[in-house]
């Protein structure tokens, strides 16, 4: 079973999360810090916004943040690119019969949003959102939770996956983990070559 992460690796989306973050902070007075950006790039769309009102000691409701934020982000998910390679690397592990899963943390309305913009809804047979099971993506129990859904041994999953500490996560339970190069984590590159099973930079590389 393949699995795939959205945000960062299938579609380049992490820009748009920056920006809805900068300028969330921006209105307010708040510098945005890169502490702040790596604590909640993994999270789910409600545990960010319950960790940005802490964080930042704002008199708002996760609710509120989550509202504002969402105001942007529809539409920039409209007009997502694709990674390179994407479609034609997913076409190929179709046609060879792959079974084929998204594992996400991307709120679904913005995932299935960005899946009919590029007409990539057959590729999966199953969408797993960590907002559902109330987790973030760098908890283990996550992909423990995805292999039980799906009906298969974690050792029999590859995860592809831009975030380092999801690819950690991951093999933890005992999935093989490819990291996909993303400029948000590109600190990160050397490490992620040293713990994931494999590292692209594109999935140009694997065509």
Known sequence: MLLFDLDGTLIDSNEIWTNIDVNFLTRRGLEITQEYLY?????TVP???VFTRDYFHLD???????AEWMEGALDAYRKVALK???MAFLERCRDRGEHMALVTACVPELCLTALQCH?????FTDIIFAQDLGLEKRDPEVYRLTAERLGVA???????EDAPHNCTAAQSVGM?????????????QDQMRC???GYITSFLELL
Do not use: H, N, R
């Open 154 to 160: 974690p050792e029999d999953c590859i995860l592809y």
């Open 47 to 49: 545990l960010a916004a």
């Open 195 to 197: 713990s994931c099973d």
């Open 60 to 66: 708002m409701t996760p609710e509120e943040i989550v």
């Open 39 to 43: 604590a909640v790039s993994p999270s």
């Open 119 to 123: 007409g990539l809804e057959s590729f």
């Open 84 to 86: 390179p390679g994407v």
């Open 176 to 188: 093989k983990a490819i990291g996909v190069y993303d400029q948000f984590y590109a600190k990160f």
